[in-house]
């Protein structure tokens, strides 16, 4: 349930702030990571944690459960947002050095 409040959070802060997204981003990959550990660190008994939300007693109200399977995609998810920031600062880095390159080219 935090994990989504974070990220709103994180989103209006860089709509704010554009200068900074990057670093936002970076910082939230941090936090996400933080919470998964703390996931793992919970589900390492072997069983799955649930939590039951709005005050109803259990089997009534909305649960939220998390398990292996979870945490599983989870890690997974964390991993591709990984490395689509790889593949995007690698992208913005070598066409920035192309521009210059080309630049460089266009002065006698």
């Known amino acids: 349930m935090l994990l989504p409040l974070v990220h709103f959070g994180f989103a209006a802060l860089s709509l704010a702030w554009g200068r900074v997204t990057r670093e936002l981003i970076?910082?939230?990959?941090?936090?996400?990571?933080?919470?998964?550990?703390?996931?793992?660190?919970?589900?390492?008994?072997?069983?799955?944690?649930?939590?039951?939300?709005?005050?109803?007693?259990?089997?009534?109200?909305?649960?939220?459960?998390?398990?292996?399977?979870?945490?599983?995609l989870t890690i997974l998810a964390l991993a591709l947002v990984f490395v689509m920031l790889l593949v995007e600062r690698y992208h913005t880095t070598d066409s920035q050095r192309i521009e210059h390159e080309i630049e460089g080219e266009r002065i006698p």
């Not at 069983?47 to 005050?55: F, N, S």
């Open 26 to 72: 970076l910082l939230s990959l941090v936090f996400d990571a933080v919470l998964v550990g703390l996931l793992s660190a919970g589900l390492s008994q072997g069983k799955p944690l649930v939590i039951v939300l709005g005050g109803w007693e259990k089997g009534i109200g909305i649960e939220l459960a998390a398990d292996r399977f979870s945490l599983g």
